[in-house]
């Protein structure tokens, strides 16, 4: 993520969301400057956070979507995690594309 963020906006953004249940996917995204990234940027955040390289974002790798950002994250909670899932998840098919991570971070 170094290549595509500033470690110190990484910082700024896990720090704001320390406390459980209180991660919301707008302000990180803000926070962090990705959604003043281009759509190629944007993707290759997605690439990144898709950890086995399936094409998708599944609940699973969503959890430790913090982390991806940098190993100080925390992990996400079941309520945080099913909250950005259904944000995303615009076809319903349980796992987020990079077409949805991108239309989720330009919102």
Not at 24 to 51: C, H, I, M, R, T
Not at 55 to 72: H, N, R, T
Request: charged residues 40%.
């Amino acid at each position: 993520m170094d290549s595509i963020l500033s470690t110190e906006d990484i910082k700024k953004a896990l720090d704001a969301f320390k406390a459980e249940d209180s991660f919301d996917y707008k302000k990180f995204f803000e926070l962090v400057g990705l959604s003043a990234k281009s759509d190629e940027e944007v993707k290759k955040a997605f690439l990144v956070l898709d950890q086995d390289n399936s094409g998708y974002i599944e609940e699973e790798e969503l959890k430790f979507v913090l982390k991806a950002f940098s190993p100080d994250g925390r992990d996400l909670t079941e309520k945080e995690t099913q909250a950005f899932l259904s944000a995303a998840d615009q076809d319903g098919d349980g796992k987020i594309g990079v077409d949805e991570f991108t239309a989720l971070v330009k919102e």
